[in-house]
């Protein structure tokens, strides 16, 4: 086992409060060997390229997530902005100056979708957070999403969200809150190791009344409070076969997500699953070979109601639905040649499965289709002394076939491309005060089927329009960067970044009459060119005080266009100005304080130089814990986390608008 101190070669977030079964006043974070984002194998962070931020599971306690979405983790590191449009509804951020789709989300190196699972998977799972930023490894995939924002590049980076596996001890946590809004929930944890077993399970209950979350004269049109419920179980067991580190593991997660929203027939009733499994065997001292498969289930189902007709009614009118699985696979084999440097050469392969449909007395079918793609790739990491250099390859075969557009068969009933993809770094770790890096890399992202067919049926006014004539797109991203320690205690990072994309695929909220339901599309952009910069510093004064800040620049337009009207104007989603900030206090007798501050400028929901951006905002969130008692090996703990403290009740995309100040506080108890 390593042990590692977050220093400049990986410059973290705040240190929040440490596991129950930890010293509380630990300097070092004990994380075990590290399968870094950008490697299949155990890696300290200054042996990759990449740049790479750890987020520990204790950090993670320290977070206040206001709408329970997991992007709002990644949230206070540079270049993550989470746009989630309420606790019912997915993340419209951005990532490395460009949406979210450009950023690959993995659970444990396997490829999970941007939109469903940062709102389904629960935080109490995860050991850790490894957030790589900059330019692609051509080690993961393009996930094939048809739903929401459409298929989701790893141009501008990759989060991997790594599962707890070994268990150190038996131990069990629950918690118990209350909040605003007459929100109430519970949570429980328990892990134990049986042998070679080791295995976790756990569960999340909340229900809400909630609030009105749209803008004056929103389409949104609510008549009540949104009530909602929310229920997550999942567990996970891992058998290690031998003291070498073959293992087996078994990950299954299900959510629950029922409520209405706002009017009598406006009901809704999503169920989310995701699975994971992994084979991982050392066949010798120099190779390691590792299997993964997985499973992700999104079926959502809404009631339509007559609102829209003329005169308005408030009847019901149908049930739509979505019904998306993804089978995502990888097989890879890691070779350690000379004495250090790394071969790694594998497949990945994905399959996906898309349909809609709308009932009405009978069930009308809309859009059908499947995708998948084999993926190729190989990869060197040359090790000399302290300068790393990375090159690596990818090859990728994607196929589309369409059965139904629209409830009709389409004039095409297939496409498919071919694209080789590569991805070069080098690093250079010149003391342990400082490290210089370099990334090169490039991206292909094909159209999804919601882009070329839309959803909005025949006699519809609200949802999204096709564009038949999509084009797929193809993007390249360079970036470099420093981290130094200028003096004991301070982390400091330097990062620039520049993508350049040609036909970028983008969805926009297209303009519609007042009082209409939102409507949105997917375009290609034409040519646009991102860039920018980000700089962070953390320091630690004492045992007692740590604090962060970071600022990220960015600047992301549309350089090339037949439309004039495009030429110049910024690319939706993307704030130009985002700074973060934060303290970490630990005060005697165990209280412990967390007060984060995120800024942010005006973000564009069109793409035309003539658009508007909606304002900025700042949003202040603090966590503060008191722990009690400790007791016979009982760890009883008392919290407080105010929400949006100054009120603020900025607008966001397609007519939604957080809704200010909040509060929730409860009790935690682990043994």
Do not use: C
Not at 565 to 576: C, L, R, T
Not at 592 to 616: H, M
Not at 620 to 634: F, K, M, P, S, W
Request: glycine residues 10%; charged residues 20%.
């Amino acid at each position: 086992m390593k042990r590692l101190l977050i220093s400049a070669l990986s410059i973290s977030l705040i240190s929040g409060p440490v596991a129950a079964d930890d010293e509380a006043d630990v300097e070092v974070y004990e994380m075990g060997e590290l399968i870094i984002t950008g490697s299949k194998l155990p890696q300290t962070p200054g042996n990759v390229t990449q740049k790479i931020s750890i987020i520990t599971a204790a950090e993670m306690g320290s977070l206040v997530l206001g709408n329970g979405n997991l992007a709002e983790i990644l949230s206070y590191t540079p270049g993550n902005f989470a746009n989630v449009l309420s606790r019912n509804d997915a993340n419209w951020g951005s990532s490395g100056g460009l949406a979210h789709t450009y950023k690959g989300y993995m659970l444990n190196g396997l490829p999970i979708d941007a939109f469903v699972d940062l709102q389904s998977l629960d935080p109490w799972a995860f050991q850790r957070v490894e957030d790589q930023r900059g330019s692609a490894s051509v080690l993961y995939p393009t996930y094939l999403a048809m739903d929401f924002a459409g298929n989701q590049s790893p141009l501008a980076g990759t989060a991997n969200f790594i599962l707890k596996e070994r268990v150190r001890s038996t131990r069990t946590s629950a918690s118990a809150y209350y909040g605003s809004y007459n929100t109430l929930g519970g949570r429980f944890f328990h892990q134990r190791a049986a042998g070679n077993l080791h295995l976790f399970f756990g569960g999340h209950h909340e229900d809400s009344d909630y609030t009105d979350y749209g803008t004056e004269g929103s389409w949104l049109k609510m008549d009540d409070n949104p009530e909602y419920e929310k229920t997550k179980m999942y567990m996970r067991g891992t058998y290690f076969l031998n003291d070498r580190g073959q293992r087996a593991s078994l990950y299954a997660h299900r959510t629950w997500h029922t409520g209405d929203a706002g009017r009598i027939n406006r009901d809704f009733g999503h169920t989310y699953t995701t699975l994971n499994a992994g084979y991982t065997n050392p066949i010798s001292d120099k190779a390691t070979v590792q299997a993964k498969i997985g499973y992700r289930d999104y079926v959502r189902r809404w009631e339509e109601d007559g609102i829209w007709e003329d005169p308005p009614s408030r009847e019901l009118r149908s049930e739509d639905g979505v019904d998306q699985a993804v089978v995502p696979a990888d097989l890879s084999v890691s070779i350690t040649t000379r004495e250090a440097d790394v071969l790694t050469v594998g497949a990945d392969y994905q399959l996906a499965a898309y349909e809609t449909s709308r009932e009405s007395g009978e069930i009308s079918p809309g859009n059908d289709a499947t995708a998948t793609v084999w993926g190729f790739y190989a990869q060197e990491e040359f090790r000399l002394n302290a300068l790393i250099l990375r090159a690596g390859a990818r090859y990728n075969i994607i196929s589309h076939d369409i059965n139904l557009l629209q409830g009709a068969p389409p004039n095409e009933t297939s496409n498919s491309w071919n694209k080789a993809l590569y991805s070069v770094g080098g690093r250079y770790n010149h003391s342990d005060d400082l490290s210089v890096y370099a990334n090169l890399g490039t991206s292909f992202k094909a159209p999804s089927l919601k882009s070329v067919g839309g959803t909005v049926p025949p006699d519809g006014k609200g949802g999204h329009l096709p564009n038949p004539d999509i084009k797929p797109e193809s993007g390249t991203s360079l970036d470099l960067g420093a981290n130094f320690r200028p003096v004991a205690g301070v982390q400091v990072g330097v990062r620039g970044f520049n993508i350049v994309i040609d036909d970028q695929i983008v969805q926009r909220v297209v303009p519609v009459a007042e009082g209409d339901p939102a409507q949105s599309q997917d375009i290609n952009a034409g040519n646009t060119t991102t860039s920018g910069v980000e700089l962070e510093v953390a320091h630690r004064l004492a045992e007692t005080v740590e604090w962060f800040a970071n600022y990220t620049y960015t600047n992301a337009e549309v350089k090339e266009h037949l439309d004039e009207n495009q030429v110049g104007a910024k690319i939706n989603f993307v704030p130009e100005n985002a700074l973060g900030a934060g303290v970490h206090l630990t005060f005697s007798p165990g209280l412990r304080a967390t007060v984060t501050v995120q800024s942010y400028s005006g973000i564009y929901q069109d793409i035309n130089k003539n658009a508007e951006p909606l304002d900025g905002y700042i949003l202040v969130n603090a966590r503060l814990e008191q722990h009690i008692r400790t007791q016979d090996g009982y760890d009883l703990s008392l919290y407080l986390e105010p929400y949006n403290i100054t009120n603020q009740t900025f607008e966001m995309p397609w007519q939604f608008q957080d809704p200010g100040f909040s509060v929730n506080g409860g009790l935690m108890v682990s043994f």
